[in-house]
């Protein structure tokens, strides 16, 4: 659903009535060095919502956060952790409610673990350019908590040779960065464009691609 400009008596965006969907975390391995990107490991934290019926029109709204680098090699060390989106972390944000709002102020403070889920508390401000004209807000905060499952880490096929073993060509490339051992299970992976896009899972998962 997109922005519609008209106009309504009402001025605020309801994040109170937003409903958290269980959220999503994951890995990914990338580099532009054009861009100044080094080679590393980058967190990738997603909230979904349910849908939101606002003005008579019904909205898809999620919570993004990306690009974090959070300093921890075992991936069950994140609980108890916390993201900011300063400058220094490279963290982007967005909030989407038909169209994705940058955020400006980021707190997602990672608590309590159950197997590879997280209960995670966000504490944002967007700069909400409005759905309908109207109700546009600058410091847009939005607060919500949710369990968000880890689901691994996602490996570009271009990133793996076409000869030799791809788990331990995984492993190589993952270990100036996390705790291999943390993780011991390889697939292909729908997240990836590419076909022989890679999914490192925790070792909580039980499925095995051996080839």
Known sequence: MGRYPVRSDAK?????????????????????RRAGVPLGVYWNFFLPF???????????????????TPDVRDWRDLEG??????AAR??????????????T????????RRGRAFRVRWDVEARFAGCFGDDADAKLRVVSEAWMDF?????????????GSPKQQAIALLQNYVD???F???QRQARSHESRGLMLRPTRFRKQWSR
């Open 50 to 68: 349910r849908r939101l019926k606002y003005r008579e029109e019904v909205f898809e709204c999620a919570l993004l956060a990306d690009w974090a």
């Open 90 to 103: 490279m963290i982007e944000g967005s909030f989407y409610a038909g169209e994705h709002d940058p955020l």
């Open 12 to 32: 605020r965006f309801p994040t109170e009535r937003l409903r958290p969907r269980r959220g999503e975390i994951y890995a990914y391995v990338f580099e532009n």
């Open 184 to 186: 011991g299970v390889l």
């Open 105 to 112: 102020r980021i707190d997602v403070r990672v608590g309590e």
């Open 81 to 86: 952790s916390s993201l900011n989106g300063s």
């Open 180 to 182: 291999v051992s943390a």
């Open 151 to 163: 689901d691994g880490i996602s490996i570009g096929g271009d990133r793996l040779l076409t000869a």
